[in-house]
């Protein structure tokens, strides 16, 4: 008798945990569209040139600005890190998050991903066209380029790729911990991409800011799409909550 009403406990509480769960999206999709709008505004008025030219500038050598600060295997690592948000490495990343949905017999689930994913790279590269913002010319470019600056697209892309995954994957997580670890390991890879495309000098800070903003937007417009389908029972239920807790 004890054990049925906790399991009645949890199927009442799960559709508020839901509710709150797409509140706090809601929340999310505005602030990040707002941030997009007001850098966007910024950058195409020119109130936004002196902050990052004070930005780039500061992560450079004041005798050599072809030479960013730290040693070289600084630069080296930021390079490595950049690639963490290069439309390969994202792709193959996007491909094994929806080969693990599919094993895990949630096939609906793995497209709704890769559509959301797929649909996120597009819009930037379109903002990328609609901007047409040129790269830095303070600075030598520590790292290949072959599009435009606004918005930074492996900001964006990371945004896109690692909050969806993040959020996607902490609702296979039964502990609080392991969720606020995911999540967290999510947001940290994508400020890090981004911090190191102004390191390279390859992007203005603007275009970091708008990248994150505009990825984040997107990547909670995709989970509050995802629960909104799988209240429709239209998506497979991904979160565990009735899970045994991994010891």
């Not at 049925?4 to 839901?18: G, S, V």
């Not at 890190?81 to 792709?91: F, I, K, N, P």
């Not at 999540?183 to 992007?203: E, K, N, P, Q």
């Amino acid at each position: 008798m004890k054990v049925d009403r906790t399991i009645a406990a949890k199927n009442l509480a799960r559709p508020a945990r839901r509710e709150l769960s797409l509140i706090a999206a809601i929340l999310l999709i505005a602030g990040g569209l707002w941030t997009f709008v007001a850098v966007s505004e910024g950058v195409v008025e020119g109130n936004t040139h002196v902050f990052d030219e004070m930005v780039l500038l500061s992560m450079r050598t004041p005798e050599d600005h072809s030479d960013p600060i730290g040693p070289g295997w600084v630069e080296e690592f930021a390079r490595d890190v950049t690639a963490l948000g290069s439309v390969g490495v994202l792709t193959f990343i996007s491909l094994a998050a929806a080969g693990f949905l599919v094993l895990r017999g949630k096939r609906r689930a793995a497209v709704f991903v890769i559509v959301a994913i797929a649909g996120g790279i597009a819009l930037s590269f379109g903002l990328k066209s609609a901007f047409d913002r040129p790269r830095p010319d303070l600075v030598s470019h520590g790292a290949a380029v072959f599009t435009k600056s606004f918005p930074s697209a492996h900001s964006m892309m990371s945004a896109v790729v690692y909050l969806t995954l993040g959020t996607l994957l902490a609702r296979f997580q039964s502990l609080r911990r392991l969720k606020i670890y995911v999540i967290s390991l999510a947001v940290l890879i994508t400020l890090a991409v981004g911090v190191s495309r102004v390191y390279l000098g390859v992007h203005w800070p603007t275009d970091v800011l708008a990248g994150w903003a505009g990825g984040a937007a997107w990547a909670m417009l995709c989970w509050a799409t995802l629960l909104w389908l799988q209240r429709k029972q239209q998506i497979e239920e991904t979160a565990v909550d009735g899970a045994e807790p991994m010891r």
